[in-house]
């Protein structure tokens, strides 16, 4: 009988790969949700380039990217001013930043180095250029970059442009609201009924769910131009 040796198999390997996925994105989603709740722009930014690459930011300092997102490429955006953006770790508490020199690292001090312009590109990518640190005979700016393999570039690299997909970055900013939305739904349309949801495996954490729906979809509808203190 071939029926039930499949269907251990097949029960032992969704077992396996659901601890995995549990284990893979408590970390990632908690450090979410407090981001949620502080009211913080928190998610990835997503690189188009090569096999595509979320921008990760290491306690040591080191920035590159990571194809599979992990706790490392949770990031938060805050304002500085119009069009102006700083990126820190929600795991690592550093800041992005740009040398002089065009390298990317990442620092525990926020300074002018980890001031970024942020613009729109095209069909839903941001880029991100250095304020502090251009070009400075061209003019020509320092762009936010990873290469093929998914390491930082130089932004001062005369082959990191805008219009390379190296720069492109899609901000992935939405997936608390894509939380709350499924909790007020139910809230609303379904009081009655306790079915819960189909449960995806990047279910909103426990934490967002025990949380009082009404006050957080305010709070979350406008995000605040968050100001560094
Ligand atoms: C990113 O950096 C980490 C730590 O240095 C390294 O282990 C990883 O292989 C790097 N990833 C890529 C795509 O270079």
């Known amino acids: 009988m071939h029926f039930p040796c499949w269907c251990i198999l097949f029960a032992h390997l969704y077992t396996f790969a659901a601890v995995t996925i549990s284990d893979h994105i408590s970390v ?38 990571s194809h599979e997102p992990s706790h490392l490429s949770v990031l938060e955006l805050f304002a500085i001013s119009q069009g102006v953006v700083g990126i820190r770790g929600a795991f690592s508490r550093r800041f992005l930043a740009m040398n002089k020199r065009g390298r990317l690292h990442a620092v525990e001090e926020f300074t002018d180095d980890c001031k970024f312009h942020e613009r729109f590109q095209d069909s839903s990518y941001n880029t991100y250029s250095s304020v502090m640190h251009r070009n400075h005979r061209t003019g020509r700016e320092w762009f936010v970059a990873l290469n093929k393999r998914g390491k930082a570039k130089m932004g001062s690299s005369p082959r990191v442009k805008s219009q390379h997909a190296s720069t492109h970055f899609l901000p992935r900013f939405n997936l608390q609201n894509r939380a709350q939305w499924g909790f007020n739904i139910m809230d609303k349309s379904q009081k009655s009924q306790n079915t ?5 495996p990047k279910a909103p954490p426990p934490m967002v769910k025990a949380e009082s729906g009404k006050k957080r979809t305010e709070t979350v509808k406008y995000w605040p131009k968050f100001r560094f203190g």
């Open 196 to 200: 819960p949801q189909p449960a995806a």
């Open 28 to 65: 990632e989603d908690q450090l979410l949700a407090e981001g949620a709740s502080s009211g913080r722009r928190t998610g990835r930014l997503y690189c188009r380039v090569g096999i595509g690459f979320h921008l990760q930011i290491h306690p040591d300092g080191r920035v590159n990217g």
